[in-house]
């Protein structure tokens, strides 16, 4: 979403961009590809955008990368004892 990744992966993902307007369109998410098989479902673009719109908005919005580190390992440490 920074531009910080490496340019074959930033290949592999879009930003989702809604057709109309809608309250979604402003929540830094990524659009995620359809599949038809289980496989395509593993893949990267389509795992990556998936978690990454699961994430919360604070997180997705974090300009700083010590601060989303952070808020990450918070984020699924608190996932991982519930």
């Given amino acids: 979403m920074h531009n910080d990744a ?3 992966l930033c ?3 879009c930003p989702y ?3 109309r307007t809608l309250r979604s369109a402003n929540n830094n ?4 590809k359809r599949t038809r098989t289980k496989t395509g479902d ?3 673009a389509v795992a990556a955008a998936s978690l990454w719109n699961n994430l919360p908005t604070v997180i997705k919005t974090c ?3 010590t ?3 952070r808020l990450l390992d918070k984020f699924f440490s608190y996932r991982i004892l519930v």
């Fill in 6 to 8: 490496p340019v074959y």
């Fill in 11 to 13: 290949e592999l993902v």
């Fill in 17 to 19: 961009l809604p057709t």
């Fill in 29 to 32: 998410m990524l659009q995620v």
């Fill in 42 to 44: 593993c893949s990267f």
């Fill in 63 to 65: 300009d700083n990368l």
């Fill in 67 to 69: 601060s989303y580190k």
